[in-house]
């Protein structure tokens, strides 16, 4: 009854759930040679061998390995903040399918897929965790087991944007733990951590480093947005 549309921009599309030419040209998708550690698109061509980018040389990453669908800016922005903040949940089929085929290198049989959680507070104003409905539908097109609320934030922190690097780590210091009915499903288990963006991974460290204190016997991430210095 309804013609297919464009999810960015509403145009006329030829199927479901696709882009429209103009909004798939400025969706920076991230492929091609990447850091193994954040996912961010790295120069050269993909020869099959782990690479790192400066950061990740310089910082150290909890977690084993990591992927983004795309990069945070133009209609790939858009497209995520519609999701977060403007309750399109229509974006969810897509962006589930984009992160099962972002997550394939990472993925190990019997893996735990969980979200980054929110704070009970901000849940409620914003009625719904958007990393929990990815990591959701990931699991689900993954075959995995899911578990929501696996982690807890146990402390309200202010918002992350605008802040610098050593400011976000200090920021979410000491705010996750492993949900105590949780903790027994965590141990000896490989974690695949979900994300809607990716910053410094201030946010992702600190829930990895919490996993591996549970008992995890490793952690890997992915992330719907990556956010490059040179976007």
């Known amino acids: 009854m309804f013609p297919p549309r464009c999810i960015a921009c509403g145009g006329a599309v030829t199927s479901d759930f696709g882009l429209c030419a103009a909004c798939w040209r400025e969706t920076a998708f991230v492929s091609g040679l990447v850091c193994d550690k954040c996912g961010v698109p790295l120069p050269g061509t993909d ?33 995520v903040l519609a999701f977060k903040h403007g309750d399109r949940l229509d974006l969810l089929r897509p962006f589930g399918t984009w992160l099962h085929r972002a997550a394939a290198p990472l993925l190990t049989q019997d893996m735990l897929v969980a979200p980054v959680p929110l704070h009970r507070l901000r849940l409620i104003r914003r009625r719904y965790n958007q990393s929990a409905l990815l990591s959701g539908a990931l699991a689900q097109a993954a075959g995995l087991s899911h578990l929501p609320d696996l982690l807890q934030r146990i402390r309200a922190t202010p918002s992350q944007e605008g802040l610098h690097r050593d400011d976000r780590f200090a920021n979410i210091a000491g705010a996750v733990r492993v949900n105590p009915r949780r903790a027994a499903a965590l141990i000896g288990r490989d974690v695949l951590l979900v994300d809607d963006v990716m910053t410094s991974g201030a946010t992702l460290a600190a829930c990895a480093d919490t996993c591996l ?10 992330v719907l947005a990556r956010v490059a210095k040179d976007a």
Request: glycine fraction near 12%.
């Open 213 to 222: 204190g549970g008992g995890a016997r490793s952690v890997f991430a992915v």
């Open 47 to 79: 020869e099959g061998t782990p690479e790192v980018c400066d950061d990740c040389m310089t910082m150290a990453r909890p977690w084993e390995r990591a992927r983004a669908v795309l990069l945070y800016k133009d209609a790939g922005r858009r497209m």
